[in-house]
């Protein structure tokens, strides 16, 4: 409630008034609801207490509040007829939000605990180093480290340059330090690439089938997302809208197809993007688990031209829940990443950061990605044994790399999403490739991840995914 402006003592008791029986009306005070005591509510607003108490007395005359002795004012039991808006429909609100925004939140997710969770995209969060990173998460909770966290925008330059010095190492990623950009996970750094390159109605080319959150993010920044065709080389680079001033790829490992991008591919998309002025987005976003001697050199390292912005997350390689990722982009580009950065998340989350600058120069990142990729080694050849089966069905796109293999029916007509209907009613969690398109025509398959489950219960959960499947292939 405010007083301010011009007003004698009668002004004041209306307006005082006048704001506690709005508050009744339109149910922000429910019946019952104790008002301020008279001296508290005249200290608060700086008028006489007879004011407030002359207001108050109005109110109670028509009935808005009652006085109970020695206990104090409360809100009486005002019957306002039917149009009155109760507080739960004030807490409902009345307001809207841009159409883009306007979602269904559907039912509550629910995870059936007796499913075997053969979902893709999950690493096995039992093989993370917990007490390790225990350790070092509690030796950034001092407060001298807490004080240093100001208002800038960098982030912490220690993972930086540890970044830098692992992608240098593993994947042949030209960067130093101040190459990096720290950001909240894959999504939050392709949130910035788009802030900084795409205004409404900008042509985006994606991969088609693939990863629909980041499609979604691009058309929360109105661009015209269009997708483009991916076959056993990858994305189509032919088939790329000459329009589209960015692309956005998944080249080691397509997602959710499992393809690697052919290196004619690779060099056909960069010179594509030097003779249409674009800018590739190269999400790498699970490819520290390898499983072939093949090397899989990123864009990044290939492009001489500076288009390549590249994209990599810790959350296949340690944990989604420490929503950090990194980009590398063209120099040319740097400067306003790091100031979208800035003017939505300041400097990020420094005591995760500092932890994992600590872990990846103790060598815990490396180790860790080691002793994964023997497990998901284990689990993925079972799986793809337990696939052989079915090879009458189904056919395995080869891939080489990631936490998920992804299959298509040899019947085009196949309905994978009833296969994965009957799968959930066999306790086994999968998803259907359908699902994954948007404007290229679907192909029927079905995409298992095999990094969350205990190689013990592979079997028993592709045995239940193969009478699901062979169910609908009418066998
Ligand atoms: C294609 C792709 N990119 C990136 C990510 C990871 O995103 P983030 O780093 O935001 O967790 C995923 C996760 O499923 C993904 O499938």
């Known amino acids: 409630m405010s007083l301010d402006g011009p007003g004698d003592a009668d002004t004041r008791v209306v307006r005082i008034y006048q704001a506690l029986r709005e508050a009744v009306v339109d149910g922000r005070l429910a019946a019952g609801d104790r008002v301020p005591a008279t001296r508290d509510l005249a200290g608060q607003l700086g008028v006489a207490r007879g004011t407030v108490t002359s207001a108050y007395d109005r109110l109670t005359a028509e009935g808005f509040l009652e006085s109970r002795p020695g206990s104090g004012t409360y809100v009486a039991d005002v019957v306002l007829g039917a149009a009155?808006?109760?507080r739960r429909r004030a807490r409902a609100g009345a307001v809207r939000p841009l159409s883009l925004w306007d979602v269904d939140p559907g039912p509550a997710a629910t995870r059936n605990r007796r499913l075997h969770d053969l979902s893709i995209g999950l690493p096995d969060p039992g093989l993370f180093p917990l007490e390790t990173w225990r350790r070092l998460v509690s030796t950034q909770l001092r407060r001298s480290r807490l004080e240093e966290a100001t208002y800038g925008g960098r982030g912490s330059w220690r993972l930086q340059h540890e970044i830098a010095r692992m992608l240098?190492?593993?994947?042949?990623?030209?960067?130093?330090a101040d190459d990096v950009v720290v950001t909240a996970g894959a999504q939050q750094a392709i949130d910035l690439v788009a802030r900084v390159l795409?205004?409404?109605?900008?042509?985006?080319?994606v991969e088609?089938?693939?990863?629909?959150?980041?499609?979604?993010?691009l058309e929360t920044h109105r661009a015209a997302v269009r997708?483009?065709?991916?076959?056993?080389?990858g994305l189509v680079v032919d088939a790329l809208p000459p329009e589209a001033r960015l692309v956005y790829v998944t080249p080691s490992h397509q997602f959710p197809t499992g393809v690697t991008l052919s290196m004619a591919r690779r060099t056909a998309l960069l010179r594509w993007a030097a003779e249409h002025d674009a800018v590739i987005v190269e999400d790498d976003y699970d490819s520290e688990y390898r499983y072939s001697q093949q090397p899989l050199e990123p864009l990044q390292s290939l492009d001489r031209d500076g288009r390549v912005v590249y994209v990599g997350t810790f959350s296949k390689s340690l944990l989604p829940a420490l929503r950090t990722g990194y980009l590398v982009p063209p120099r040319s580009l740097t400067p306003a990443l790091r100031e979208a950065k800035r003017v939505t998340t300041w400097e990020g989350d420094l005591t995760t950061q500092g932890a994992l600058a600590e872990f990846l120069a103790e060598g815990h990142h490396a180790a860790h990605v080691r002793r994964a990729t023997r497990v998901y080694r284990e689990r993925r050849a079972v799986v793809l044994d337990a696939l052989s089966r079915l090879d009458e069905v189904l056919d395995v796109v080869p891939s080489v790399a990631g936490?998920?293999?992804?299959?298509t029916f040899r019947d085009a007509g196949a309905d994978d999403r009833a296969v994965v209907r009957r799968a959930a009613a066999r306790g086994v969690r999968v998803e259907a490739l359908s699902d994954r398109y948007r404007?290229?025509?679907s192909r029927?398959?079905?995409s298992i991840g095999f990094a969350g489950i205990d190689v013990a219960e592979i079997p028993d959960a592709m045995g239940r995914l193969q009478e699901a499947v062979l169910g609908s292939a009418g066998v």
């Open 84 to 86: 009155r808006p109760t």
């Open 168 to 176: 240098g190492l593993s994947r042949s990623v030209v960067a130093s």
């Open 198 to 205: 795409v205004a409404p109605r900008t042509v985006v080319a």
């Open 208 to 217: 088609d089938p693939g990863y629909a959150a980041v499609h979604r993010l």
């Open 227 to 233: 997708g483009v065709p991916v076959d056993e080389e």
């Open 403 to 407: 936490l998920h293999v992804c299959t």
């Open 439 to 441: 404007d290229q025509p």
């Open 444 to 446: 029927p398959g079905i």
